[in-house]
C-alpha cells in the first residue's frame, strides 16, 4: 500500500510538472520576452510627439495613423505612419551606400518583415523606407548607445 501511494504521488507529480512545462512554460516566456515592450496608436504625429517624448520629433505633425513600439529599456523602436502629400521631412538624408542598416529587435504585426533591404533613408537614429504615401521607420539599440555617449561627453 506504501509503494502504491509513493508511485501515485509520483506520477501525479510529474504530470502537474509536465503540465506547467507545456502550459505554463511558454506562456511564462512571452511574458518575460515582451514585458519591456510598449506599443501605442495615435491619428496624428502631434498627438503621438505630445504624448510620447520618445516619438521622433523629424515625425509630421500632420502624419496620420501612427503606429509606435519601443522598449523600455533601450532605444529599439518601430514606427509607421501616413504622410503628407508633402513626403519624408527634410531632415532625413538617403542611406550613404556603404551602411548596411541591421534589421529591427522588435517586432509587430503592422510592421514588415525584411525591411533592412528596403532602408533607403535615415532620418535622425531611424532606418526608414516609405512605400507611397506609408513610412516605414526603425531604430536600432546601439545606434541610441552610441548617440547617448555621444551627447553625454559634450
Partial sequence: MFTRTIVLTTVAAAVGLGFMGIVAGPA??????GRHEEASS???GATAKEDRTSVPRWLPDAAKDVSYVMTTTGG?????????????PATCEPVKA???????????????????DKAGYRCDLYYAYTDGHTLYAWQ???????????????
Fill in 28 to 33: 511564462a516566456f512571452d511574458w518575460y520576452d
Fill in 42 to 44: 495615435y491619428v496624428t
Fill in 140 to 154: 536600432q539599440e546601439e545606434d541610441w548607445i552610441s548617440s547617448n555617449k555621444s551627447a553625454a561627453s559634450r
Fill in 98 to 116: 556603404a551602411t548596411t542598416p541591421g534589421k529591427p529587435a522588435l517586432e509587430a504585426s503592422w510592421f514588415p518583415k525584411g525591411t533592412s
Fill in 76 to 88: 529599439d523602436r518601430l514606427l509607421k505612419a501616413t504622410l503628407p502629400a508633402d513626403g519624408l
